[in-house]
């Protein structure tokens, strides 16, 4: 939706134009974060203790393993700090735009009267992040039980339950519940081999995209030569309103390629174990 910006100052037009640019990429920052988190998964289940690939590859350098899973945890706490700061940032320009709007529009009602000195938007900012800081502190879990951090211990095999979170404190990761919960079905659950192929080459998703407007995942180059031989193509999953993919709708599908190369290594230790116990029953 469009903004009608006043006539009454350059200045406050100029702040209000900046505002709505930072708040328009709200979820741009959300999804960075998330998507270096969602590779150090990844990384995790490769280093579970269990069932890792990597864990077997270093078999003679526990310590070194260990070392690897805590630096993980930590790296987790770090994701999740940085999008509290996300919330404060955003917040706290919200709340600076809607100030110079207030403005703005008092300036308007009294004939364009712009007599008032010129505000230092940007400390206005900080002052609002810290005062933010200073009262989500009172609301917010402890860092550890983040949803980050404590996915990140249960892609590390520790089995620790997940505490409920005390009454009236909020996880900063409330609104993404749902996208936070990456394909965790190793508790019997079994990802379905069709949900793990391209519904436009009907393969394995190789190099996964993940479409921004209905949410939908394709090859990369399965996507690429179709635009590039018949050009714009609806989404192929059925019921999909979407008419028109195109490249620049889609972005990498992280949590997909987590997918594919979970089941591949799930099906190539399944193929170990018959070949050994094939082998056994040979000596027999």
């Not at 900046?18 to 969602?38: C, H």
């Not at 436009?200 to 090859?219: A, I, L, Q, W």
């Not at 714009?232 to 190369?261: A, Y």
């Amino acid at each position: 939706m469009s903004r009608r910006y006043s006539r009454a100052g350059g200045t406050s037009d100029a702040a209000l134009l900046a505002a709505d640019r930072v708040l328009s990429k709200e979820q741009e920052y959300r999804n960075s974060v998330k998507k270096i988190q969602t590779l150090a998964y990844f990384l995790a289940e490769r280093i579970h203790p269990e069932n890792g690939d990597l864990t077997q590859t270093f078999a003679d350098d526990p310590d070194f393993l260990q070392e690897q899973r805590e630096n993980l945890k930590n790296f987790a706490e770090g994701n999740a700090q940085r999008l509290r700061e996300v919330n404060h940032f955003i917040k706290a320009v919200g709340e600076v735009r809607d100030e110079v709007q207030a403005k703005q529009q008092t300036q308007e009602e009294n004939a364009g009267d712009s007599s008032s000195s010129p505000t230092d938007y940007a400390n206005s900012i900080r002052n609002k992040i810290e005062k933010n800081r200073v009262q989500d502190e009172a609301n917010q879990v402890e860092l550890r039980l983040e949803d980050y951090p404590v996915e990140m211990r249960s892609r590390l095999g520790e089995k620790e339950p997940k505490k409920r979170k005390q009454k009236g404190r909020r996880s900063i990761d409330d609104d993404d519940d749902d996208d936070l919960e990456v394909i965790n079905t190793q508790s019997g659950g079994i990802d379905s081999v069709q949900s793990l192929k391209c519904p436009f080459t009907s393969s394995f998703y190789e190099d996964p995209v993940r479409n921004k407007v209905c949410g939908h995942t394709y090859s990369r180059a399965g996507l690429m030569q179709l635009i590039n031989t018949r050009g714009q193509q609806p989404c192929p999953v059925t019921g999909c309103s979407n008419n028109s993919v195109t490249m620049n709708q889609c972005e990498d599908d992280m949590e997909m390629i987590m997918k594919v190369h979970r089941y591949k290594r799930r099906e190539e230790i399944e193929k170990q174990q018959r070949m050994a116990t094939m082998d056994d029953e040979d000596c027999l």
